[in-house]
Each structure stands twice: as C-alpha cells, then as structure tokens.
C-alpha cells in the first residue's frame, strides 16, 4: 500500500515485517496497536453477540449457565483492558501527540515500542486463558469467587492484565514526559488542544492508578498460588479489602477511559461547526478535575457490600462532585456549536452522537450515585445500561469520529463519506436499541449475569438483541469501507477538513521525521473560522462519489 | 561516533538528561501507588487487630532487620557517591562506587534470604500450604500479619533485585557508553536505588519496630 505514496512518507520508509515489527517511529508503533486492538474489539464483540443470541429466548437454550459466565467474563475482561484502556490513548493519542506538540516522536521511542511488545505478551495469557478454557469470575476478578471457588483460568489471565499494566504506565510516563518536554516553541500549556490535555489527564491517571490494580492483582496471584492469605478470611485476611484496592484503580480506569474520548469530541466539534471551542480554559482544567475527583468515588461501587453508611454518604457526594466537571465540559461542548457552520461530516455524526450518548448515560449515573436508588437498581440491567452507554456509546463512539477526523492523516487516503454516514446512523440506531430496553430491564429489577430469566422480561430483551444485530453491522461496516479506502481511496490533501492544528501542517501522511521544518506556534488552539480558508467548501461526498 | 541523544526528538543531549530524571519521578510516582497501596492494607489491618499484629511482629528478627537497613542506607551513599563521581568525571571511582552499591544490594538479599529460611524453618511462613506454628494469641491474624509481611518484603526484594540488575548491565557496557549517556544512566538509576532504599525505610518501622 506504500508503493504509490508520495516517497517522503512515514508509510514508504520499508515496507517488510521488520520495518514495522523493529519500528521505534510512533506512528508505526500506533499501527501495530490499531491492528492489535481492532483484532480484540472483534473477538470481544464476539462474546457479546453470542451473549445476546442466548438472551433472545427465556429459556437457556444456546449455551449452558457455566459458559454463558465465561462468555461475559472473557467480554468484560477483553474489551476493558485489552481494548478500553489503551484503545485511542495507543493508537490515536500515539500518533498524534507528537504531531500536534510539534515533535519528531515521543520522549522515549524504544520504550513506546516495548509497550507494544509488553502489551502483546499480557494478552497473549488473556487468550491462553481463553483457549484453555476461559474464565468465570466476571471482568472484576472479586473474592472470594476468583481465590476460592472459581475452576477457570483465573490466575492466568489475572497475570495477563497485570502484564498488560506495564504497558499501561509505560505508555503513561511516556506521554507524560513528552508533553513536558517536547513541546514547540510557543506552544504554551493553554495553547495545547485539549486531546493533548486529555492524553496528559488519563497518562496521570495510568500512572497513578494501574500500581493498585497490579498490587491487587499481585495479592490475588500470591493467594491462589503460594496460599498467602490476603483476602480468605480462613487464613486472616479480608474478602471487601479486594474490592476497595479494585475499584481504587477500575473507577480511575473508566476515566481513562472516556478522557481521551472527550479529547477527541473537542477536536472535531470545533471543526466541523467552525467555531472556536466555548470555554477552552474550563475545557482543560475540567479534564484534570476528572482525573483528581475520578481516585476519590471508588466507594460507591461498594454502597450494598457492607461499607460503612457515613462512608456510603461521603462517596455518593463525592460522587455528584465527579459530574460537575462533566457537565462543564457538555454545556461548553453545547456552546460552541452555538452560531457555528455546522455540517455533517462522519467525524462529526459521531461526535454529535458521543454528545447524545454520553450525556444520557452520565445522567444515569446520578441515578446510581444516589444510595437509595442504587439500592434498587444494583447489579441490575441498569447498572449495565449505563456502563454501556458511557464507555460505548461515549468511547467507542469519540473513537470512531476520531478514527474517521484522522483516517487522512493517518493513511493519506480519504474514506468513503457516503458509507461513513450510513454506518455512523446505523450505529447511533443499533447502540439505542441495544442499550435502552437494559435500562427499563433493570428498573423492572432484571439483574445482570444470569443467562435465562422470566418470559416477562422477553419483549425488553429481544429488542436488545437485535439492536445488537444492527451494532454489529454498524461495526463491520467501517472495518470493510476503510479497509478498501487503504487501497482505492482518493488521496488525503494535507488538510482535507480545514482544521487547526499542527498534525494538518504537515502532509498527509506525515514524513518519517513529522515536519520538513519544525513548527513555531503564536495562536492559541481553535482558531476557528481560518482566516485564508474561508471559500466555500465542494460538497465532499460529491467530491468522492 | 553515535548521535549524543538517543531518541530522535531531541535535539540537545541536555534536554534528554533532564527528561529522563523527569521519567524516573514519575515512575517513582506510581512505585509510591503500588507500595501505598498494600502500606495503607497493613496499616488498614493493623488497625483491626492490633494485638495480633503486635504479638506476630515480635517474632521477626530484629538484629537481621536493623543490619539490613544500616547495609541499604550504606547502599545509597555508595550511589550518591557514583553520581558524583560520574557528574566530576571520575569514571574509575564511579564504577567502583557502583559495584559496590550492587555489592551491598547483594548482601542485603542475602541476609533478608537467611531470614526467610529462618522463619521457614519455625513454621512462620504460610507459604505453599507450609503449616503455621504459631503459639501467642489469635493465630488467624497473626497469620494475615505473615502473609502481609511476606508480601511486602517480597516486592522489595523484587524491586531491589532489578536494580542490582541494571547496576550489573550499567556497568557491563560502561567502557562503551558515551560520556553523556553515562551521567543519565547513573542519575535515573540513582534515583531509582534511593527511592527502593527509601521504601525499606518506611517497611522497617512498620513491620519490625512499632510496640516491640
């Protein structure tokens, strides 16, 4: 595919296994991600259209109760950490960041390349564990179920995701450092656009949080091989101290998670609406108030597992305070769109959705800070509803639009706009049908993890179903229109959605070293409407139809 | 000759020395995460049953403790004074300072071993199904004391063990490192080695000295 670029591109710089295998160049190291990911994201998506095949009927008719445990086990545990975690922080954030600071790579290539490695390595236990026979603790590993009674592969793949935790931090410090250090002349800490800000907020976050998660996991390895009792009461220890040290690192996680994504929404709202971004300054600070507020809530996964009610209370406020810099972020998000030249693109579909979605689910996640509602509505279809909404229909869909935004930079080919927008509505519309009857499924009191349930509950539950169908396609559309752009695509101009930023100064793709010649910057970030780029746009899907 | 950065987006070898410290304090940042973690379990622990902690941490040895810190802090003045040596250039005196922080690193694994083997032999280690004698009051969590304690000394020893490691690599390739790349090795190991000697610091008190 490298054959017919522009010579100067990173993509023409060797084309063999061992040009990308052996690469330190960050955009490389982001493609080897991006395949890696893209591979789990299926196979976990797997697990979960066999979940939903088997929730169409009442009955336990597809698979067996124990399976239908690993089949959820192995979804949450390969979608959390082998795709969530690293998901637009690997790939997008790994690509662009240098770029949009102005650098010829990251602080420490040979380290960023290692995460790569360390990375497959972990994964390569969750699969072992997968094949040998999965696992049946849910994606949380909670004792005493993991230490004592659970007969899958636990420890196996507990060791995966501690492995695949170095990674993690690796690619924490690294982004870390480089922000500090590498950063062009003039492009002042306000100036940075806010994916960069969001990228430093969740590398603070991987660095701070992922310790606890491995130390937990260290003490369940410990317990179930060498028999240190940590959390076996029988031998002394504390089955709740798990959970605390767990949800410590997991609800920090979910930041990680979504923070990038909200990054990416704050480059492409902008663009597409052509207006500076609202509140640029809130913007920032508020991704850092998430990334501090986010280590203090753990508790309120805990309000019915026997924690203290003063504790229950001080979490639940704690937890109302984490929704203020949320919502800072969607009004400004609102705002900017206020006046602006809105249009259509797939990048900003998605971003569009992402606003939808994320708002929907993060009010029902006021619904479960409340104590006495969440009384009601845990460990139910509810809880679910709202997890999905916010890290699929949030996450998955920013990376998406960022995935499409960027695709140009990326590959310097432009996808196909007609078949990004249809697969961007039927992803809106099957994510929606998916996820919503869960929310009136829990409230109905439906809990979550059983595989068979009352014929009462059938209407909410096939509906879901198919909504799941139509995810997936959702899903598989862009897998084969952006695949086929790699090679029929028209190519990319350097800047194809006249956009701010330094990663547009360069061309599409981008040389080996980034910049012919390195970047000063003396504007702040969204400078929207551009002066000079003001003409007309040429309808694209006319363009490239 | 090779380039004097070693990554690609510096341009002056000065901007990497300082990046790489910076590194090395965040990742010290998250060390503190990990080992906080399990200090804040102990101390959680020792809170609820106090007594039994108490009693259990009168079976450590406490000569073996006390050489142990004074052979690590010992450690780190041998690197504090390879980090000077390095930064006045003396790079004979630094390698013989190193050797000898890997050196004392070596004895402190030593010792902490023959400790391990002493507790093995008394029937105090919980380990592998091994049984736990233990005679003084509430052998449940004089037991969950053990396991803390096996624990936390065990990841410092790991931590300690891989610092004796790179100290070894340091110095295997230091007649072929640059000028340049020494001064940035022996400064973010430097660190590092001051940060895991510091880690005892904390372990210490907490395991072998509080109500002995």
Redesign the interface.
Known sequence: MSSDLASASYLAEGAGPRSWLLTTDHKRVAWLYFVSLTAFFFLGGTFAVLMRIELATPAGDLVSDDVYNRLFSLHGIIMVWFFLVPSIPATLGNFLL?LMIG????????LNLASWYVFMFGSLFALASVVLGGVDTGWTFYTPLSTLYANGFVSTAAFGVFIVGFST?MT???F???V???RAPGLTWFRLPIFVWTLYATSLVM??????L???L??IV?ERV?????FNP?????PL?FQH?FW?YSHPAVYIMILPGMGVVSEVLPCFSRRPLFGYKAVALASMAIAVFGFLVWGHHMFVSGQSAYAGVVFSFLSFCVAIPSAIKVFNWSLTLRKGEISFETPMLYALFFLALFTFGGLAGLFLAALAIDVHVHDTYFVVAHFHYIMVGGMVTAYMAGLHFWWPKLTGRMYSEVWGRIAAAVTFIGFNLTFFPQYVLGFLGMPRRYHTYPPEFAFWHILSSAGAVVLAIGYLMPLLYLAWSLFRGAQAPANPWRATGLEWQTSSPPPA?NFDRMPTVTRPAYDYPMKGLTEKRSDPVEDLV | MKSPT?????DRPA?ET??DS??MW??I???V??FG??LL?FM??RLS?GDAFAGAAKHLSLPLGTANTVVLITSSFAMALAHMYTAARRWRAAGWALAATALLGVVFLAIKATEYAREFSEGLA????APFIYKGPDP??????F??Y??MTS?HALHLICGVIVIGGILALWPRTIEASRFRRVQAIGLYWHFVDIVWVFLFPVLYLINR
């Open positions: 240098p650098a010829r790579d990251l602080a420490f290539p040979r931090i924490g410090i690294n870390i450092v480089t500090h250090t590498l660095v701070l949080a992922t310790p606890v491995a130390a937990s260290i003490l410990l060498f028999g240190i009792g940590i029988d031998l002394g220890g504390d101290l040290l410590f070293h | 070693t990554s690609i987006a510096f901007r300082a990046a910076f590194a965040v990742l940042g998250s060390e995460m990990l973690a399990i379990v959680f622990a049953y919980p380990v592998l199904g449940v969590h004089a037991e969950f004391f396991g803390l096996f624990a990841l």
